[in-house]
């Protein structure tokens, strides 16, 4: 069977799983990674710079992430420090206003006494 797209040819073995085989495939590839090479080596590059300067910069991110995470982690305290105790006050206050059976007891809903 021939992909038309990709003009390589297909093969499927009998796992199940594609091969891609044709003569000038590896060649061409061959053929581009040393073009690719040349390139790069008159920029002066070397492939242990590459390797090195990609290590590096997974570092980067990986301490970069948890940097942000240790910076929310500090913003996550310094807001409990405020909400935490006004919602403990609030929740507090709400059970104290409460009767016996639940009800929330409303200032103005009790009878006043005219008597001075």
Do not use: H, N
């Amino acid at each position: 069977m021939r992909l038309a797209s990709s003009g390589l040819a297909k093969e499927e073995s009998v796992d199940g799983t594609v091969l891609w085989w044709e003569s000038g495939f590896l060649i061409r590839l061959a053929i581009l990674s040393l073009v690719v090479g040349v390139v790069l080596a008159a920029l002066g590059f070397s492939p242990f710079d590459l390797l090195d300067s990609l290590r590096r910069l997974a570092t980067r991110i990986y301490d970069m992430g948890f940097a942000a995470i240790e910076k929310s982690l500090r913003y996550f305290l310094l807001g409990a420090v405020i909400v935490f105790p006004v919602w403990l006050v609030v929740r507090v206050f709400r059970l104290m206003g409460r009767t016996s059976g639940g009800e929330v007891l409303d200032p103005r809903s009790q009878p006043r006494s005219l008597e001075p």
